[in-house]
C-alpha cells in the first residue's frame, strides 16, 4: 500500500487490508510446509486460507466489485476470474485433492503466487481507486456485507 494512500482511514478497506495481512502471512507459513515437504501442515494453511478469503471475496464481489466495475470493468472482471483461479486451487485441500493428486502441492504453490499479486493490484490499484468512485451509500453497503458475512465462519 502506498505511503501517500488514504486508504486505512476508510474502515472498509482497512478491514480488507488487514486480511490481506493476514493471507500474505498464512501464504509464508504454506510456503514453508511446501518447502519441508509437509502436505499436512499445507493442506492445513490452505484452509487456514481459505476462511479468511471466503469472507473476504464475499465483501468484494458483492460491496466494492459491482461500482468498481462501471468505471474499470477489465480491471474487475480480471480481479474475479483470480478469485476463482485461486478458489479453485483451495477447494483440492477441503474435498480430497490434495492427498491424492501430486501435482496439487505444486499447484498450491503457484496459487500462492497469484495471490500475492492479486493482493498487490488491488491495494495498489483498486482500493485508492475506490476512494474516488465509491458514494457514501456504497461505503455504508460493504460495512453491511461485511457484517453479514460474519456468520459465514460461525
Known amino acids: 500500500m502506498s505511503e501517500y494512500c488514504w ?3 476508510t474502515p472498509a478497506i482497512e478491514d480488507l487490508i488487514r486480511e490481506h495481512d493476514e493471507l500474505v502471512e498464512l501464504s509464508a507459513d504454506a510456503r514453508e510446509a511446501y518447502r519441508r515437504g509437509d502436505l499436512e501442515s499445507l493442506i492445513d ?3 487456514r486460507i481459505s476462511t479468511v ?5 464475499v465483501v468484494e464481489e458483492r460491496g466494492l466489485f459491482p461500482p468498481m466495475a462501471a468505471e474499470f470493468p477489465e480491471k474487475i472482471a480480471i480481479l474475479r476470474g483470480e ?3 485461486v478458489e479453485a486451487v483451495l477447494a ?6 490434495a492427498r491424492t493428486d501430486p501435482a496439487w502441492a505444486a499447484r498450491a504453490v ?6 500475492r499479486r492479486h493482493i498487490v493490484k488491488e491495494q495498489e490499484g483498486l482500493f485508492p481507486a475506490a476512494l474516488a468512485v465509491l458514494s457514501n451509500e456504497q461505503w455504508d453497503m460493504l460495512t453491511a456485507i461485511r457484517a453479514g458475512t ?3 465462519g460461525s
Request: glycine fraction near 10%; charged fraction near 15%.
Open 83 to 85: 478469485h476463482r483461479r
Open 150 to 152: 460474519s456468520l459465514i
Open 53 to 57: 478469503l471466503g469472507p473476504h471475496t
Open 7 to 9: 486508504c486505512t482511514a
Open 110 to 115: 503457484e496459487m500462492l503466487t497469484l495471490l
Open 45 to 47: 494453511c490452505c484452509t
Open 92 to 97: 483440492g485441500a477441503a474435498d480430497g485433492t
